[in-house]
């Protein structure tokens, strides 16, 4: 099993910056790599940006490049979502996933942390 822990959600004007972690303890070594997803309210969730476990080769959603950067900290276990240029439409629960192989859903979830940009 692996567990997953968010931090760093919260309230920013438009044009702000934030920046998330996730934390992942375990049984990391299985692990193929990691990513974040977002839910806005009334609406579906969705992907932003994935990592391979090795920290080599990152994808990001159409809607973020260019703002958003993740990166991996092979030391600490954790990988970091550094938001710039937030707008309001990135406000939505963030969610810290992870899994074990390349293809198929994630296997492993965090609970979520807000992230509120206002306009």
């Known amino acids: 099993q692996v567990q997953l822990a968010e931090s760093g959600g919260g309230l920013v004007q438009a044009g702000g910056s934030l920046r998330l972690s996730c934390a992942a303890s375990?049984?990391?070594?299985?692990?193929?790599?990691m990513g974040w997803f977002r839910q806005a309210p009334g609406k579906e969730r969705e992907f932003v940006a994935t990592?391979?476990?090795?920290?080599?080769?990152?994808d990001y959603a159409d809607s973020v490049k260019g703002r958003f950067t993740l990166s991996r900290d092979n030391a600490k276990n954790t990988v970091t979502l550094q938001m710039n240029s937030l707008k309001a439409e990135d406000t939505a629960v963030y969610y810290c996933?992870?899994?074990?192989?390349?293809?198929?859903?994630?296997?492993?979830w965090g609970q979520g942390t807000q992230v509120t940009v206002s306009s």
């Open positions: 996933a992870a899994k074990n192989k390349p293809y198929g859903p994630y296997d492993y």
């Open positions: 375990g049984r990391t070594f299985s692990l193929y790599n």
């Open positions: 990592v391979r476990w090795s920290g080599i080769g990152t």
